[in-house]
């Protein structure tokens, strides 16, 4: 199976502030990737998917980037309505999909 | 608007079986491959199972392959998963969540999920 390794694992980051996530495949999953935004009670929100296309709806702040086993996630200016637990998910290997293990974002 | 409603958790037994359910609306059921992934309380996600949009394909995770089985009724827009033999590392918030094509590739939109609960 594919590992998806996720980092940080947590941070703390001030509004306004930009903010990067990193997800690091295991093995070569070409753009086969998705972030998922998780805010606390709530199902994961679909923000990226193909490792860099927006989803409907989407504020143009999350942006996503990275092919192979190497791709980052960027907030580009932290909102307070942001904080949440973000995972990183591969598509490319059967059975099914893995996730990363999160992040969680806070405000400072 | 796409809707994903699971219902069917509750507290059960180790040993025990249960039936979850998810009524899909809002989409062309018959569209698209389906998933279970679950959140074991204050941990990630676990993908668990999906299935194609006629059944022909179907996958499980190895950590409930042999004791979990996904169905669909595609006449009644519903989704299932048949949970058998359950242990304590079950307990979980399980969601249903629709794929973007008809084989099973990636979850893409979640219901709210449904508890389920393994214990003596």
């Known amino acids: 199976d594919i590992q998806m390794t996720q980092s940080p694992s947590s941070l703390s980051a001030s509004v306004g502030d930009r903010v990067t996530i990193t997800c690091q495949a295991s093995?070569?999953?070409?753009?086969?990737l998705n972030w998922y935004q998780q805010k606390p009670g709530k199902a994961p929100k679909l923000l990226i998917y193909?490792?860099?296309n927006l989803e409907t709806g989407v504020p143009s702040r999350f942006s996503g980037s990275g092919s192979g086993t190497d791709f980052t996630f960027t907030i580009s200016s932290l909102q307070p309505e942001d904080i949440a637990t973000y995972y990183c998910?591969?598509?490319?290997?059967?059975?099914?999909?893995?996730f990363g293990g999160g992040t969680k974002v806070e405000i400072k | 608007e796409v809707q994903l409603v699971e219902s069917g958790g509750g507290l059960v037994q180790p040993g025990r079986s249960l039936r979850l359910s998810c009524a899909a609306s809002?989409?062309?059921?018959?569209?698209?491959?389906m998933h279970w992934v679950r959140q074991a309380p204050g941990k990630g996600l676990e993908w668990v199972s999906g299935i194609s949009w006629n059944s022909g394909s179907i996958g499980y995770a190895d950590s409930v392959k042999g004791r979990f089985t996904i169905s669909r009724d595609n006449a009644k827009n519903s989704l299932y998963l048949q949970m058998n033999s359950l242990r304590a590392e079950d307990t979980a918030l399980y969601y249903c969540?629709?794929?973007?094509?008809?084989?099973?590739?990636?979850?893409?939109?979640w219901g709210q999920g449904t508890l389920v609960t393994v214990s003596s």
């Open positions: 193909d490792a860099s």
């Open positions: 998910q591969q598509y490319d290997n059967l059975p099914g999909p893995t």
């Open positions: 969540a629709k794929d973007r094509g008809t084989m099973i590739v990636t979850p893409f939109h």
């Open positions: 093995q070569d999953i070409s753009n086969y």
């Open positions: 809002g989409f062309t059921f018959d569209d698209y491959a």
